[in-house]
Each structure stands twice: as structure tokens, then as C-alpha cells.
């Protein structure tokens, strides 16, 4: 149960409006709703009944409000009393994907130095296995990183984002018209990130299946090397579309089609269970609040 879902239900049902909620937020009107259905799925009741009289709670709705202040509350005393009352001071490690480096660093930075302006912040940028690594031997405080489909017993794991994945290519090397399938693929160069990455594993099992392999698949650690090598011709990649949305927009890239449902792609936070302190998890918590704004 997410803080900012609940300060959404409380601005609802105290202004009774959706739409004067949102203009308070600073959010859209179906921002705002999303945020009140992902609510109302977590505790599986129905919180607002909505007509043409207006927006009013349910009882399940009424029954939630006094909790949902006295939480908001909570968390917000905790907040000054770390944040002004004692302000945290020395260094915290934080290890991250290139990925998500390379489109939130910059702002994830601003926002934990507006909040913890006497931290220093030690980066790592790396791939999630090494990562992992990191984080289960001690060397790493809070990893941002590619959600693993075997999570490991002694980290704490929880969602970030998740991403669709394109499949793109310079038109110079291929065009749209000539791919409908993944044996198409199969006969161009391909560009993956490193290997066991979770995204190079997906496309060792998506042509598994295949008579014919990739005769290449170049792999690269770096995010803008990626995006480089590919609108020169080198490959085809599969991408997050957040990382080639202005190539796509300005014709340097086009969107490949074929016949395979590509899955999302899903990042975490992760930090250690046995790590008592709680500046990981707020780090986390606020992180989570300046990419899902977006």
C-alpha cells in the first residue's frame, strides 16, 4: 500500500471530487483515479461511490479515512524528525542500472539531495547481477536495478517501474516492411545488453525455439552506446521504449514488429534485511515517488 495512494483517498474524500483532488496534486484526473482503484485492489473494497450528485466515500470508504490521516500524520512527523530534527549525515552506497541511470539519475539525484542535503551518495553503475553481488556482500546500501525472477531470501525487493521494450532498428539496415516474425530477426545482427542480464536471457530463449540462430549478438554494457550502435546500422535492438523515444520521434529509429508478445520490463529497489536503518527504504520510497510522477 502505497503513502501517495493514500494521501490521493484522503484528498478525495475530504474535497469530494476527483477532478479538485487532482488539481491540488498537481496530478491529472487519471492519475488520480488510477491511484484510488490501485487503493481500492490492495484493501479489495470499493472506497467512493460516484453519480451525479457527486463523489462520496462508502462505509468501507468512511471506516478508512481516520486511519489513512493518522498514518499520513505518522509518516510525515517521521520525515521532519529524520529529515530536521537530527539530519542524517556520512554516505550511503547505492548501486544502479544504466537503464535507469541513464534516465533518472540526474533528477533522482536532485531530489535525495533536497531531502538529505548533508549525504553523500557513493554511485555504482552496473549491471543487476553484479549488483546483486554488491548489495549480498555488504558493498552496496540500496540497488535500483532489472527485477531477478528468482528473488534472493536476505535482500528486500520491492517495484519501482516497468517499461515496454520495442524492437528497433536503423531504417538504413532494415525496414518495417521486412520484418513480421522473429526468424526475420534472425537474419540481422542483433544488440543485447551484457551477458546473464535478464534481457540478454530472453533473447537466448526467444530464438531457442528457432532452426535458425542470430549468427551475432553484439552485447554492450552501456546504455547510450546502445542507442548509438544502433541507429548506425550496427543491429537490431530490443529496448525500453523510454530510451528511444526521440529516436523514434525523429526517424533516426523505427519500430519493429513481429509475432511474439514482447514482456514489460520490470526494475526494483532492493536493499538488505538485515540492515536496520531506514534511510535505504526512504531513499527508495522517494525514488519510487519521482519516477512514477513522470
Not at 61 to 88: F, V
Not at 183 to 207: G, N
Request: with cysteine.
Amino acid at each position: 500500500m502505497r503513502l501517495r495512494n493514500l494521501t490521493t483517498f484522503v484528498k478525495v474524500a475530504r474535497l469530494g471530487s476527483f477532478h479538485a483532488a487532482a488539481q491540488q496534486l498537481h496530478a491529472t484526473q487519471p492519475a488520480v483515479s488510477a491511484r484510488i482503484v490501485a487503493l481500492e485492489d490492495d484493501l479489495g473494497v470499493q472506497l467512493f461511490v460516484r453519480d451525479k450528485s457527486g463523489t462520496r466515500l462508502t462505509a468501507r470508504g468512511t471506516q478508512l479515512l481516520p486511519y489513512a490521516e493518522k498514518l499520513l500524520a505518522i509518516s510525515q512527523e517521521m520525515r521532519e524528525q529524520i529529515q530536521q530534527g537530527t539530519p542524517q549525515r556520512g554516505s550511503l552506497r547505492i548501486g544502479i542500472t544504466d537503464t535507469l541511470a541513464y534516465l533518472w539519475l540526474a533528477p533522482l539525484l536532485q531530489h535525495w539531495r533536497q531531502q538529505y542535503p548533508l549525504m553523500s551518495f557513493e554511485l555504482t553503475c552496473d549491471v543487476t547481477p553484479a549488483l546483486v553481488a554488491q548489495l549480498q556482500n555488504h558493498q552496496l546500501d540500496l540497488a535500483l536495478m532489472v527485477t531477478q525472477s528468482q528473488a534472493s531470501p536476505e535482500l528486500v525487493i520491492e517495484p519501482l517501474c516497468s517499461y515496454p521494450q520495442y524492437w528497433v532498428a536503423s531504417p538504413a539496415l532494415v525496414s518495417p516492411e521486412q520484418i513480421s516474425s522473429t526468424a526475420d530477426l534472425s537474419q540481422y545482427p542483433l544488440l543485447s545488453f551484457p551477458r546473464d542480464t535478464r534481457p540478454w536471457h530472453y533473447l537466448r530463449q526467444l530464438f531457442s525455439s528457432l532452426r535458425e540462430q542470430p549468427e551475432v549478438i553484439h552485447t554492450c554494457s552501456s546504455v547510450a552506446n546502445l542507442i548509438a550502435l544502433t541507429c548506425q546500422g550496427v543491429g537490431i535492438a530490443l529496448l525500453p521504449a523510454p530510451l528511444i523515444q526521440q529516436q523514434l520521434a525523429s526517424g533516426e529509429l523505427v519500430r519493429l514488429t513481429t509475432d511474439q508478445t514482447i514482456p514489460e520490463l520490470g526494475f526494483c529497489c532492493s536493499w538488505r534485511l538485515d540492515d536496520d536503518r531506514i534511510l535505504p527504504r526512504l531513499l527508495a520510497d522517494s525514488g519510487r515517488e519521482v519516477v512514477l510522477a513522470e
